[in-house]
């Protein structure tokens, strides 16, 4: 089992940028392959970025490509995800989950743990 815990959220400017941490507890934290949700209100929970268990392969949104980057460091059991050139469209809670398969997987029911969430705020 794995506890992840977010942090990094926050009011920020379009065009400005953010970094939210992923920390997870145990000793596994490699077994699992790491994405990263958001929920804006009134809407599903939508994929972001996931990142493999070695970290070697990531996937993006094609609303997010080239803006964002998920990194992993498995040493210190924590994810994260580089948000530049952020949009106002961009805001929402944003999830940190993991998924003890070995794809990366875009759907929320293909992972087992989530965090709290972060709310990311952009304003225009």
């Known amino acids: 089992q794995v506890q992840l815990v977010e942090s990094g959220g926050g009011l920020v400017q379009a065009g400005g940028s953010l970094r939210l941490s992923c920390a997870a507890s145990g000793r596994t934290f490699n077994s699992y392959t790491m994405g990263w949700f958001r929920q804006a209100p009134g809407k599903e929970r939508e994929f972001v970025a996931g990142?493999?268990?070695?970290?070697?392969?990531?996937s993006y949104s094609a609303s997010v490509k080239g803006r964002f980057t998920i990194s992993r460091d498995n040493a210190k059991n924590m994810a994260y995800l580089q948000m530049n050139s952020l949009k106002p469209e961009d805001t929402a809670v944003y999830y940190c989950?993991?998924?003890?398969?070995?794809?990366?997987?875009?759907?929320?029911?293909?992972?087992?743990?989530w965090g709290q969430g972060t709310q990311v705020t952009v304003s225009s």
């Open positions: 989950a993991a998924d003890y398969g070995y794809l990366i997987g875009t759907g929320p029911d293909e992972y087992d743990y």
């Open positions: 990142i493999s268990r070695s970290g070697d392969w990531t």
